[in-house]
Every structure is written in structure tokens, then in C-alpha cells.
């Protein structure tokens, strides 16, 4: 029984709302999401699914408190909920990978109406490597490619893909302990990358990645037969060793390795621009005014990468998009009675599931 009035918000409830709207008014989806930095993310993504007949509202699971919704909390709390009127939309963590193996994994990916990310979290989609010379553009004005984010994303993603598995294999086992997140994270960070030889500071996590490698084939013997079944389900998942990046954790890849690169990248583009505008100028007065105008019109590159939306492209965003149009094509035009919404979740519970098999 509901002990609090938030408690009966469901997707029910937001069903009758919509019907007693006067006239042909749109059908509202409410979505949850986990935290202030989620919103921006999911409305871009609902975005080109509006349409006369319906709208979406993103918002956070509580109105009334500053507290955000770590995502089992919130699963836990919405989950009988949620329906068409009222989904949720999380992190994929390392949660989609696990399969059902754990019992938040299972939660996530049974619930036709919670919806993932499939990459490990937003930043990895704002992280994007074809995306990323666009977002140096939009921070600096400068065009000219200095740096091959691509190859060196990629280059990075083939080191770290044999201890990735391990990882994820420990996670499966639930022995996750042996090899926390942090403690992984620490071994593929990347440092002092040099623009014009990246290679010498790749060369160096391999050499990282290779030791810990050879330390983990000693240490766990068992697992010789696990991997390679592991690799294969991995890659009918989508993960494979040139794009490991994006299923790593996500504000690791940001501050140890994307913005590793591309802060120098900016600065090297930035005062490429104040030359140009330098040598241009025919007086002080104008360079002075050149030089302002150019300024003020830079934006902070972690701004720049926060707002990227050009990754709708991805492997993994292709995946999430099949999910909310197979959702919106059992919804239909008109709000679902309470034994449509059940057929829905008994024809989709599976999805997900089985995706890897």
C-alpha cells in the first residue's frame, strides 16, 4: 500500500492525466532520469520522437528534494511504476554487460520501460571519437585538424580490450573485489600524451596493461576456458577491441583520457587563431578589437564536450534508438489500458536478455 503521495504517482496515473486533458492535447511520457547532467542528455533524445500527438518531459525522481536518484535506488523505486505513461532512463554501467547475472543487471534490462544507455554512461557518447574534432571546433573557431582523435581512440581501445574482458569477467563472477572499477581505471589511465607522438604514451599503458595482464593469467587459471566464450558474447554485444572505449567507465575516459588530448589540442588551435589575427591586423586598434571579439567568443571545451550531441551515429546509440521506437510501436497513438501495458511487458521482458545469445 502507497504510504506517501509521491507513491501513487505511476504510469497510470499520468494515463488517466492525459485522458482527461480537454480536447486532442499531446500525450505526456514522463521520463526519470538520475541526475541534473542526465536531462540535457535525454531530452536530445526524445527529442526526434515527439510529435503532434506526443511530448516527453525529462525530469528528475524527486521535485521536492535535492537528493538525485542513484540508479538501483531508483529502479527500485519506480519499478513496479513504471508503464507507458512513465519510464526511466539510466546508465548502462557495467550492468548491461553483466547479462542478468546480477539482480539490478536482470531489473535493467528485463523492464521494457526502463531504458538504457548501452554505452557505459552519457560521457562516453559525448566522448565519441569522430565527434570530436567538431567539439575542438566549437570551442576554439579554428577548423585545422592537428590530432587524429579516431586512431588514437582506437589505438587506446586495442590495449585495454584483453584486461576489459578480465574485468568484466571478475564483475560476472561476482568477484569484482579482486579488481575494483577504481583499480582498473588506474591501470588504463593514460598521461603526458605528447600530440605529435601519442604513441610514446600508449606505448607506456601497454606496457602497464601487459603486466597486470600476465599477473591476472597466474593469479586465476580458471578462466582460460571463459575468455574466449566471454570475447564472442562481448562482441555479439557490441563490444569489440576498437571500440572498447566506449564501454569503459565514463568520467574516467573523460578527465584521463579524452580531455588528455584535447585540452592541448585547444590551446595549440586557439593561439594558432590570436597569430593569425596578429599578422592580420593592420593597426593595434584593430587587433585589439579582433583579439577581444575572438575571446568572447571561445567557449571552456568541457562545455563544449558536455553539450555534444553529434554521436547518434554510434554502434551503441543505434541499439538505444531500436529500444524507444520498438517501444513506441506497441504504444501507439492512444494511451494503453492496464492489460495492454502488461502484454507489452511480456513481449519485450526478453529483449534485452537475449540480445548477447
Known sequence: MAKTLTDNLTSRYFNAANRLRPGKKKQKIIAYVESYDDIFFW???????????????????????????KKTAMMNRLGQNLG???????????????????????????NPYIFHTYAYAIENYQCYAPSLHDVCVMATLNDRPIFD???????????????????????????????????????????????????KALDELRHVVNRK????QKHYPQARGQLKPLKEEL??????????????????????????VLDPVCTILRREREK??????????????????????????????????????SEPYQMLKADIEAF??????????????????DSEATRQLTRGK
Open 43 to 69: 531530452r536530445n533524445v526524445f527529442s526526434d520522437y515527439e510529435t503532434p500527438e506526443r511530448t516527453f518531459e525529462v525530469v528528475l525522481p524527486s521535485r521536492t528534494k535535492l537528493s538525485r536518484g
Open 84 to 110: 507507458t505513461s512513465m519510464i526511466a532512463c539510466v546508465d548502462a554501467d557495467y550492468d548491461y554487460l553483466l547479462q542478468g547475472t546480477t539482480q539490478v543487471s536482470h531489473q535493467m534490462l528485463s
Open 149 to 199: 582523435f579516431q586512431s588514437y581512440l582506437q589505438n587506446y581501445s586495442e590495449i585495454i580490450y584483453e584486461l576489459f574482458v578480465w574485468s568484466v569477467w571478475l564483475y560476472r563472477q561476482e568477484r569484482y573485489k579482486e579488481m575494483p572499477l577504481t583499480t582498473f581505471c588506474n591501470f588504463i589511465a593514460v598521461s603526458h600524451v605528447n600530440l605529435f607522438h601519442p604513441e
Open 213 to 216: 595482464m600476465a599477473w591476472m
Open 235 to 260: 562482441q555479439n554485444l557490441g563490444v569489440r577491441p576498437e571500440n572498447t572505449y566506449l564501454y569503459i567507465q565514463g568520467h574516467h575516459l573523460m578527465d584521463n583520457v579524452v580531455m588528455q
Open 276 to 313: 593569425e589575427i596578429k599578422k592580420l591586423a593592420e593597426h593595434s586598434v584593430q587587433m585589439d578589437n579582433e583579439l577581444s571579439s575572438y575571446i568572447h567568443s571561445q567557449c571552456p571545451i568541457e562545455q563544449m564536450v558536455r553539450r555534444n550531441t553529434a554521436f547518434k551515429q
Open 328 to 345: 513506441l510501436d506497441k504504444l501507439g497513438k492512444g494511451n494503453k489500458t492496464e492489460e495492454e501495458e502488461t502484454e507489452i511487458e
